[in-house]
């Protein structure tokens, strides 16, 4: 009996504390400035150099390019850019190694998918992907 007392009081007394759970698909969650989410990508910005294809520790990047058209410009243009998300580990590596800050990390982490085939995502996804974008990588 006395067990059950002691249940009840502490219920009792929890009831007016401030609620410490959050509403999760109706409210956003705060996540921390420095949260490692799903990658943006910016395909104009990109000198396809492969070093996010090099340094990736699972081999998730594929990026193909060919060269310019213009014969006045020099470099290589973007063909395609696409990310497996079944094995990135989001480790942020890629964007540290760009050296024109074309991919970069942002804050959202919803990518539940129904079948693994919906995860690899190309670069037109990538790109529109600009929701919740870090405060450091605005444009």
């Given at each position: 009996m006395?067990?059950?007392t002691?249940g009840l009081?502490?219920?009792l007394?929890?009831?007016s ?8 698909p109706?409210e956003?969650l ?22 996010c294809?090099?340094?990736c ?15 006045e410009k020099k ?12 094995i990135c580990?989001?480790?942020d ?8 800050e ?5 804050n959202?982490f919803?990518l ?5 085939g ?6 037109a ?6 929701k919740n974008?870090r405060?450091?990588?605005?444009v």
């Amino acid at each position: 009996m006395l067990g059950w007392t002691k249940g009840l009081a502490y219920t009792l007394k929890n009831l007016s504390k401030e609620k410490v759970t959050y509403d999760y698909p109706n409210e956003p969650l705060p996540l921390p400035d420095r949260f490692r989410g799903i990658q943006k990508f910016y395909p104009d910005k990109c000198i396809v150099c492969n070093m996010c294809v090099n340094i990736c520790p699972t081999d998730c990047i594929s990026l193909t390019g060919k060269k310019n058209p213009d014969p006045e410009k020099k470099g290589k243009v973007i063909e395609t850019y696409d990310i497996n998300f079944e094995i990135c580990i989001l480790c942020d590596l890629c964007t540290e190694v760009c050296p024109t800050e074309a991919i970069v990390m942002t804050n959202n982490f919803e990518l539940s998918q129904y079948t693994r085939g919906e995860l690899y995502k190309d670069m037109a996804w990538l790109d529109a992907n600009d929701k919740n974008v870090r405060k450091e990588n605005k444009v």
